[in-house]
C-alpha cells in the first residue's frame, strides 16, 4: 500500500514568515501532486513534480520533488493571510507494477496552514 | 465553464435512509471520482469509472454504489445511511493520470 505522510498537521504563523510542509513516503512515486483546498470548496491542483530532485516555483510558493522520488516539499516565502488553507499531496496509485493508475490518487492526512495578520 | 457540479451542498440524513449525491462535469473527462474526506485523514477514494458504463471500487466502497450511464454524470448512492457515513463528500474529474477537477463537495450529516 503506497501512503503519503505529511507534516506537520498544523501550522500557524505570523504574516511574513517563511514555512516548509514535508510529504514523506516508503515507497516511489512517478510523480507528486500538491493540492490547496480553501474551506467550502474542493482542493486545486498547484503543481505536479515528475522529475527526481526537480524544483518548480509557483511565485512565492517552492515545490521540491526528492532525488528518490519518496518525498516532496513545500516551501512558502513571506507568508500571507490569503496562504492559508489546506495543503495536500497526492499520488498516483498502481494497482500492480506496470499497470496505469488511472488517475487514481493516494492523499496525505494534510496540512492546515493559517497565517495571521 | 461550469466545471464539476456537485448537489446538494448540505444535507442531514436519518440513520438507514438514502440518498444519491449527484456529480455532472462539463468539460467531456473520461475518469471520474469520488472521494470522502474526513479531519486529518486526507481524502480517500470510493468509487472511480474510467468511462461511461465502467465503474470499480477504490479504497472504501462498503456502504456505497456508483453508477456511469453518461460521460457527464457520475452519482453516488447511499442505501442504508450510518453515522460512520458523515463526511464531506467530494467529486472530481480528469482527462488525464495528472490533473483532476474537483467540485465543491457535499457536506453530509448522519443522526
Known amino acids: 500500500t503506497q501512503l503519503l505522510e505529511q507534516s506537520p498537521q498544523f501550522l500557524s504563523i505570523q504574516e511574513g514568515e517563511n514555512l516548509t510542509v514535508y510529504c514523506n513516503s516508503s515507497?516511489?512515486?512517478?510523480?507528486l501532486q500538491w493540492y490547496r483546498q480553501e474551506p467550502g470548496e474542493g482542493p486545486v491542483l498547484l503543481v505536479t513534480v515528475v522529475t527526481g530532485g526537480e524544483v518548480k516555483k509557483l511565485k512565492r510558493l517552492t515545490f521540491q520533488f526528492g532525488d528518490a522520488r519518496k518525498d516532496s516539499s513545500l516551501h512558502i516565502t513571506a507568508a500571507q493571510p490569503g496562504d492559508t488553507g489546506l495543503y495536500l499531496c497526492a499520488g498516483p496509485r498502481y494497482l500492480n507494477a506496470g499497470g496505469t493508475s488511472y488517475g487514481k490518487l493516494t492523499f496525505g492526512q494534510g496540512t492546515i496552514l493559517t497565517v495571521h495578520p | 465553464n461550469a466545471g464539476v457540479t456537485q448537489t446538494p451542498k448540505f444535507r442531514i440524513l436519518k440513520i438507514g435512509q438514502s440518498m444519491t449525491l449527484q456529480c455532472t462535469q462539463d468539460?467531456?473527462?473520461?475518469?471520474m471520482y469520488w472521494y470522502r474526506q474526513d479531519p486529518g485523514m486526507g481524502l480517500k477514494l470510493i468509487y472511480y469509472?474510467?468511462?461511461?458504463?465502467?465503474?470499480d471500487k477504490g479504497e472504501v466502497p462498503n456502504g456505497y454504489n456508483v453508477s456511469r450511464s453518461t460521460t457527464e454524470d457520475f452519482p453516488l448512492r447511499l442505501e442504508l445511511a450510518a453515522p460512520s457515513q458523515t463526511s464531506v463528500y467530494f467529486c472530481?474529474?480528469?482527462?488525464?493520470?495528472?490533473?483532476?477537477?474537483f467540485g465543491a463537495g457535499t457536506r453530509l450529516s448522519v443522526l
Open positions: 515507497s516511489v512515486f512517478s510523480s
Open positions: 472530481a474529474s480528469s482527462y488525464s493520470e495528472n490533473i483532476q477537477y
Open positions: 468539460m467531456n473527462h473520461n475518469y
Open positions: 469509472s474510467v468511462g461511461a458504463g465502467i465503474t
